[in-house]
């Protein structure tokens, strides 16, 4: 206990380094919402003040074992605040009349979703869309996602996600924009904006819920809702810029996360939810537990439920996700003086202007139109949109010999667990995904190759030997179906499949439900049932295909080495298996890169570009070096560096130009390359800027992310790509948190990802 008062204090300490910001006058429509939301709460009891904080499950996806009882009863006391996990006009339509027709203040209820990549019209998974590098791409996801699920009743989604994810092993990394602080930070932003729109008020936006506040993507070890201990310079200047840059985007909520943040939980964190959320951000929505996460304080230790709702209230957690730990026991500690008035007054207050923002004041049922659900979901453009966007997110990873893309003439042996399967094509959290409208790997290849080509399948082998295993990763209706048989038996059957094919794909790597929450693994490698079935097609001499599924960056050394062609497919959402079947066939040429580092082994992870130098740097290139930082038994480089993918064309770059070789505080330069497309068909490239801080009074990365364009070339067309650069970018937090560039010589990367760059170098003048 003592601890964790020292370790707040310096928090508090630190927070009060950074300037307060000046109060800003009040506009004229939140001083109308203001008295209007004084006058309601004037009519309140502390009861029905209370039940205004109390978020409960309508049981359509629960993630804990905990789930909400009695909810009408509930709602007419007046003792709920909000519903989530409850879709379709009619459903919602009936919970919203109980609270505006039976309970006694008729205040309406908000409905929220865990809309993550999409609604009924799927995306591909965030880490995939990341891949995408395409920020107006990605907006756009977050506009359809809105409207589909704000036609299905919805008007609040717990996204975006934006846990910076640097271990391979955390099953959540699939939710997550993968490593990179700047990238994950411009995601934030565009899905803030694609979800709210100009206007909350109108029926077609949601408010957008970022989480997990805070660092829930450095849990130790990979663990899912582990321990997170962090210093201050990897917090302020990695892990905390993504969550602010959707709260400066606007974002109406926050979510706390499970996680134990250097000895508080987040839930109950002050130092986190009130004096950097509020006070340094100046953050004025209203933030919500996790599922249950008020109720396990008690198994973190922090004392018994009256207790920890006590504490999360006066910590700045204004809403309590399923515990009813508010309900419960919020108006005895409010008499025994352990909470005040004042606490309950303001976490209400900021509910209602939620509610109030979103205008359920002035149509409860705005979101409950039968017609729009029946006309606004997924809609033939949507399902367009969703198939171009998938395409987008692919990378390759490797193309020996350009096997891909393949003829549309000829034999294909389409092989492997996960070629069959609609239920793992959408990825985890789609669990509005319709599967129905969701077609397999082999029947989009059939629909894409028509009748020109002639497609065979043999599974081939199980998800994974161990039964266990496999129904743990097939949950939630995602099974994949078992062949008892021996393993042997089921390759020999894909064998023979192969030997009549012209070319193999195998469909290989994890269901989608080996990702995802409650889904670390200690192993990061394809299941070695799967391995010995490619190891087979491998010695039919066939050309094979790896088409591989994943969540998450995958140990796959022995694959690049022996596969001639692998294309990462992560999990496309409901048009995954036609945008493969393009991007196979070359009506569409891959452009993704990669938002993590790929490992060569699970031990060098957690492995990212944007490491410290340290004092006993391996020098590039070399494997093992006696007394400096690396390995015996591998080197220090990835599998594939972050930024890493291929294309169907190539590109060549120029040499960095710089405007100029030093630049004074408040100015700026440019650096431009020439990028040529070299190959022979129109492609997509991501041009990438990094900078190097070469002295600091902190250590710094050894190379960062600050810029990157998604430019498109015919073959044979040039482009002068030119980036700015400004102090701003040369920005970090020094050992005091203030947010300063330090005057001193950058280098300058530009190139295809973090590793294959051109060079340069500046000076930043003193003031
Ligand atoms: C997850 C959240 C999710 C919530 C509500 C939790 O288990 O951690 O990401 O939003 O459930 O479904």
Redesign the pocket.
Known sequence: MKKAKSLVCIMALCAGAIQAQAPKPVPADQSKMNTFISQLMAKMTVDEKIGQLNLVTGGE?T??EAVSNDVEGKIAQGQVGGI??LTTPTRVRKAQQIAVTKSRLKIPLIFGQ?VIHGYKTTFPIPLALAASWDMPLVERTARVAATEASADGINWT?SP?VDISRDARWGRIAESCGEDTYLASQIARVMVQGYQGDDLKKNNTIMACV??FALYGAAEAGKDYNTTDMSLDRMYNDYLPPYKAAIDAGAGSV?AS?NDINGIPATANKWLLTDLLRKQWGFTGFVTS??TGVNELIEHGLGDLQQVSARSLKAGMEMD?VSEGYVKTLKKSLQEGKVAMADIDNACRLILEAKYKLGLFDDPYKYCSEKRAKTEILTPANVKFARETAAQTFVLLKNQGNILPIKKAGTIAVVGPLANTRANMPGTWSVNADLANTPSLLEGLKAVAGSKANILYSMGSNLTADATLQKNATMFGRDIPRDERPEEVIINEAVATAQKADVVIAALGESSEMSG?SSSRSNIEIPEVQKHLLAALLKTGKPVVLVLFAGRPMAIKWESENVPAILNVWFGGTQAANAIADVVFGDANPSGKLAVTFPQNVGQVPIYYSHKNTGRPLQEGTWFTKFRSGYLDVSNDPLYPFGFGLSYTTFSYSDIKLSANSFAPGQSITATVTVTNTGKVEGKEVVQLYTRDMVGSITRPVKELKGFQKISLKPGDSKAVTFTIKEDDLKFYNADLQYVAEPGDFKVFIGSNSHDVKESQFTLAGK
């Open positions: 996806a993630t804990g989530f996990s865990d717990f996600m989480k997990h979510m499970f996790d599922y996700m929450e």
